[in-house]
């Protein structure tokens, strides 16, 4: 295009530069359309995407799920609605990237800490002492190891639920541990994690009275081509011997079992509706040595 305008401007016949102006559009136009045919993805339909690979700045960039009862809190790494009546969040959303995911990790943090920004005031990890259930990290702290303020804000207790300590050690650390690896495999996923808190809980803990769930959410979306999915997982908070892949679900179904709408503004009707309402599962490679792992070890420790 450089060389076009340069010879523009040297005064050639005009009627000669309107004609390639028009035949360069026409190419153009259609090279688009045969894109649209082939592919069948419409690269308008991802409305908002947002990179968010080293600050929130702006997180409303990030298509936030919709809130029942929660108080938003906008961390660094990423962003949660935290819910007074149960002391926990009802949902923790991030980006998880194939670039922070290769970075060399930092060491654990393993501190946990109250969460200043919950002007409500947070649970304190008191309240999970000889209660029989583990802090369990609704952002893994090894999905955030890729820096030191990641990793650190990963422990405030606003990010931290109450888990059975085999469901924690088990299918939970299963299901993270294939969401990283699908996090590089796909390049970026967005992920919303959250306990189950619209059903009666097994009881309460500690001081804050911090609400036991009876299950634990996880929904998964890829935006990135060629291939744009979307999956769930709803997992009882207990010990599981059944294999990962049926826990899955549609986005759809565990919007209806919430109440939570994931992604409201993220993408146009069309695909929203085709990427919650459907699960491919042979989209999404599962494993057979982890599965065998966690029966045979993560489930008796």
């Known amino acids: 295009m450089a060389k076009f305008r340069t010879n523009h401007y040297k005064g050639g016949n005009s009627s000669v530069q309107i004609i390639r102006v028009g035949l360069l ?149 299963e299901l993270e541990e294939l969401t990283r690896n699908w996090a590089k495999e796909n390049e970026e996923l967005y992920v919303v994690s959250g306990p189950v808190l619209s059903e009666p809980g097994k009881g309460r803990i500690g001081d804050c009275k911090v609400t036991i769930p009876t299950a634990f959410f996880k929904v998964l979306l890829d935006l990135r081509e060629p291939e744009l999915k979307g999956i769930a997982f709803w997992l009882p908070n207990e010990v599981s011997y059944q294999p990962l892949q049926e826990y899955a679900l549609s986005i759809d179904e565990v919007e209806a079992r919430t109440g939570i709408d994931f992604f409201p503004e993220l993408m146009t009707g069309e695909l929203e509706t085709k990427l919650e309402r459907d699960y491919e599962i042979e989209l999404w490679r599962f494993s057979k040595k982890k599965y065998e792992t966690r029966i045979k070890h993560w489930n008796k420790r």
């Open 25 to 173: 559009a026409a190419i153009t136009v259609g090279l688009f359309f045969l894109f649209q045919f082939f592919t069948g993805i419409d690269r308008d339909a991802v409305k908002k995407r947002s990179s968010l690979q080293t600050q929130w700045n702006g997180a409303e960039e990030f298509a936030l799920p919709t809130t029942k009862e929660g108080t938003l809190v906008y961390h660094q790494y990423y962003v949660l609605s935290y819910s007074e009546e149960h002391e926990q969040a009802e949902w923790v959303a991030y980006l998880l990237s194939r670039k922070r995911l290769e970075q060399p990790w930092v060491d654990r943090y393993d501190e946990f800490m109250e969460d200043s920004l919950v002007k409500s005031g947070s649970a304190h990890w008191r309240d999970y002492r000889n209660s029989g259930y583990d802090r369990g990290h609704l952002a893994p702290a090894a999905d955030m190891a890729f820096n030191k303020e990641a990793m650190r804000e990963s422990f405030y207790m606003s990010n931290i639920s109450p888990q059975a300590r085999h469901f924690n050690g088990g299918i939970w650390r």
